[in-house]
């Protein structure tokens, strides 16, 4: 009987101590997908401030409503969805480095993909409620430009996903 008893005691600690393991683990990885997410924008920090006449005269109609007014290109149609080049892809509106073509990756979806951004103070990211959904919108660092959105779905090393428009992009 003792036996039976010491034998169940050492199962419950073991599941235990598996629980707490398990625990730890998934808030680590949280953490991390976190802790690697854009700063927040701060729009006082923003290097280039046109005013919204300045940017319809130097920007393409097309290019102004997703940079300026936040639109989406159709998906499959972009420039940069099915190119493979190496270089670095800029922001079309003033030619911040964005990402490398180091970190792209097709996941499929109609839009050029990346998991990480070119440099830590490249982008900046804001909650975007718009359509009924929950986003992360990101935007150019230094012109405050609508470039896409980020969701943590991506591949490892970072799980993010960088979903951008290729109009808001150009290629160098
Ligand atoms: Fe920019």
């Given at each position: 009987m003792i036996k039976i008893r010491i034998i169940f005691v050492l199962i419950f600690l073991s599941v235990f101590i598996m629980l707490v393991y398990f625990v730890k683990a998934v808030q680590e990885k949280n953490f991390t997908t976190e802790a690697q997410m854009p700063q927040e924008t701060?729009?006082?920090?923003?290097?280039i401030n046109k005013s919204e006449q300045e940017w319809q005269s130097c920007l393409t109609p097309e290019q102004y409503r997703v940079l300026r007014a936040k639109g989406t290109e159709a998906?499959?149609?972009?420039?940069?969805?099915?190119f493979d080049k190496k270089g670095i892809y800029t922001c079309a509106?003033?030619?911040?480095k964005l990402f490398s073509s180091e970190n792209k990756f097709d996941s499929g979806t109609g839009w050029p993909r990346f998991w990480e951004i070119f440099d830590k103070g490249s982008v900046v990211t804001e909650r975007d409620t718009s359509h009924g959904m929950t986003r992360t919108e990101v935007m150019c660092a230094k012109c405050g430009s609508h470039l896409g959105h980020v969701f943590e779905d991506g591949p490892p090393p970072t799980g993010l996903r960088y979903c951008i428009n290729s109009i808001a992009l150009n290629f160098e």
């Open positions: 701060n729009k006082d920090s923003l290097v998906p499959f149609t972009g420039k940069y969805y099915h509106a003033c030619g911040n």
